[in-house]
């Protein structure tokens, strides 16, 4: 973690609290910048050139830099990351952040043109916060620094509430209004008062990537995705939080033989619920998936498996904890808290994820253009397509045809509208009516990139510029574990993005690029499974367990000024009554409605400690 302050127009630091928090390393009455937890030397000075250089960076592509600065590997290899991020910055300039890839944020500060230059990485794993006025601007890669700033206020951003009306927040605000975080493949130039944020790069500005024959795209996309592993591995005490999905079990089986070659192990954690299959629980989906796990390790090499038993109440006691980790509401997955709790007391260091890799590794492809194009250019294949997905989704006639048909000719090209339904209704929405006549977004220019988009460029810039990539690392850090993400390498995504569109359907399957990576590697119980699994699949059973702690809330919420204003408190506490009269089983819908409730306590609980700040 790093931390600064920049005054403007050679305005001193002055409050006793900055001159304590920064008095580490000062490099002149206008700036301030310090390296926490780690060593003082993780600040660097160039005094030829009048930089300072603070990071939290891993950088991956070292060989290459080394080329392109025409310096030895050998001297490269052995550079601290704020040695080689200033190489860079000094053979570049701003534009340095372009050829760096792995996981980084960084400072600059240009004493000499009392510039300060803050960069975020293409997919944003680590966050920067800021915040600014016509005095000084502060920022640090942990909200709770910013805040901790006396004259910094703590006023409710009423536009990220009403952003979470539409689903969840859309861009880099936080919810106090004014600071911000740096969004994902931004830079921020911040000079004499004025500030200038640049996007340097965007998921959808990839080259296409042409082969002639179909196994050559599968042994690229292996020799891309293991570097990406083997990159994010390190010396530390690796684990893995794994599921029986395609994104951490593709992870595992590529990191497993790597650290064998070391005489190391991998370290699985697996999330299990006490909840079983049975008719009316969540039907379609995979409840507990340690069996199919466990199938899975059985054939990884050098693979410790720890199953990870779900607690019977831990709902309000994670919301409150989360609160205090991130200082504004998030969306509380329990099962993720639970994971990384546990791995915390098995001493890992770095832990593996397969964090939003269905827009990468498990792509499951653009369906609609798929039979358009094979209906407009080749009809007896799509004939034989239209046949192959009957035989494979289980679908039936009628669903076929809206999907082989109907929505590739007569909805193709429409963007889907934002939808309302139960997990975005527990606002009152007289409150966000009242707020859009005064919304503003802060990033503008995406979030209409994001409307025209198709999947899964469109989740892509939503993650980028809502930053939700850095909310895992937070989360992650707050238990002392480094988190790391293979599935969302730039190079990873450059090339899943830029392969032609039936590399991902074939034969009546979706995500037909893993199935063949992963085809002889995983299990064919996962590799071709047509059930997927759920992430905290007992929500609802938790919630009538902890019914006596819920309920306390939702009366304080009543009194709270804020939670009585914004939160449709009626509604909420009809899904809850709901919820706690549920019988054996429950579907999608009312695991929606849990969904919405959980949603809702942790932000009532941020505007408890708004009020009370």
Not at 339 to 362: C, P, R
Not at 573 to 599: C, H, N, T, W
């Amino acid at each position: 973690m790093f931390n600064g302050i920049y005054t403007y127009h050679g305005k001193p630091i002055a409050t006793p609290h900055n001159y304590r928090y920064y008095s580490q390393v000062l490099d002149n009455a206008e700036f301030g910048v310090v390296s926490t937890y780690t060593k003082a030397s993780d600040v660097l000075k160039d005094d030829v050139n009048s930089l300072i250089v603070v990071s939290c960076a891993r950088i991956d592509n070292r060989k290459e830099l080394s080329d392109l600065l025409s310096v030895p590997f050998k001297e490269t290899s052995l550079l601290s990351p704020n040695q080689l991020i200033l190489r860079c910055y000094k053979a570049w300039g701003k534009d340095c952040v372009k050829r760096l890839i792995g996981d980084w944020a960084f400072a600059i500060y240009d004493s000499g043109e009392k510039e300060l230059f803050l960069a975020r990485d293409h997919y944003g794993h680590s966050s920067i916060y800021y915040y600014h006025n016509n005095e000084f601007l502060v920022f640090s890669t942990d909200i709770k620094e910013v805040l901790s700033n006396p004259e910094v206020p703590k006023v409710l951003n009423e536009n990220a509430i009403v952003q979470l009306s539409a689903g969840f927040k859309r861009d880099a605000q936080t919810f106090y209004k004014g600071i911000f975080q740096l969004p994902s493949a931004h830079t921020l130039t911040a000079k004499d008062g004025n500030l200038r944020i640049d996007n340097y790069w965007l998921p959808e500005n990839f080259k296409p990537v042409r082969y002639t024959n179909d196994e050559d795209y599968v042994n690229h996309f292996l020799e891309i995705y293991a570097e990406a592993v083997n990159c994010r591995i390190g010396k530390q005490k690796t684990g893995i939080a794994l599921s029986s999905g395609f994104d951490s079990g593709s992870t595992a089986v590529l990191a497993a033989p790597t650290l064998a070659s070391e005489n190391r192990n991998l370290e699985a954690f697996t999330w299990k619920t006490d909840l079983v299959d049975k008719p009316g629980l969540l039907e379609g989906r995979v409840i507990d998936e340690t069996p199919l796990v466990k199938d899975l390790v059985s054939t990884m090499p050098a693979t410790n498996w720890h199953i990870v038993y779900s607690k019977e109440q831990n709902i309000v006691s994670t919301i409150l904890k989360n609160q205090e980790i991130f200082q504004q509401p998030s969306v509380p997955y329990v099962h993720i808290n639970e994971i990384f709790e546990e791995a915390s007391k098995q001493d890992i260091e770095v832990m593996l994820t397969g964090f939003w890799g269905n827009t990468t590794v498990s792509y499951a492809g653009d369906i609609n253009k798929h039979f358009r194009d094979l209906l407009f250019t080749n009809p007896i294949a799509y004939i034989r397509e239209v046949l192959s997905w009957k035989e494979h989704q289980h679908i039936s006639w009628k669903g076929l045809l809206v999907k082989t048909l109907y929505k590739p000719v007569f909805k193709y090209s429409r963007p889907s509208p934002d939808k309302k339904d139960s997990v975005r209704s527990y606002l009152n929405s007289a409150a966000i009516q009242n707020a859009l006549s005064n919304y503003q977004g802060f990033t503008p220019e995406l979030e209409q990139k994001r409307r025209n988009l198709k999947y899964p460029y469109c989740n892509l810039i939503n993650a980028f510029q809502s930053c939700a990539m850095g909310e895992v690392d937070t989360l992650a850090n707050a238990y002392g574990i480094d988190v790391r993400t293979p599935v969302m390498d730039k190079r990873l995504i450059d090339f899943c993005l830029g392969i032609p569109n039936e590399q991902y359907i074939r034969g009546g399957h979706t995500k037909w690029l893993i199935r063949r990576a992963m085809k002889g590697k995983m299990p064919d119980s996962i590799v071709f499974a047509k059930k997927r699994g759920v992430q905290g699949a007992d929500l609802v059973v938790k919630m009538i367990k902890e019914a006596n702690e819920i309920q306390i809330l939702l009366k304080k919420f009543r009194k709270s000024p804020l939670g009585s204003y914004w939160l449709d408190l009626d509604t909420i506490e009809l899904f809850y009554k709901q919820i706690l009269s549920y019988p054996i089983g429950y579907d999608e819908s009312l695991f929606a409605k849990g969904s919405a409730v959980q949603r809702a306590l942790a932000l009532g609980v941020f505007f408890l400690k708004l009020e009370h700040a």
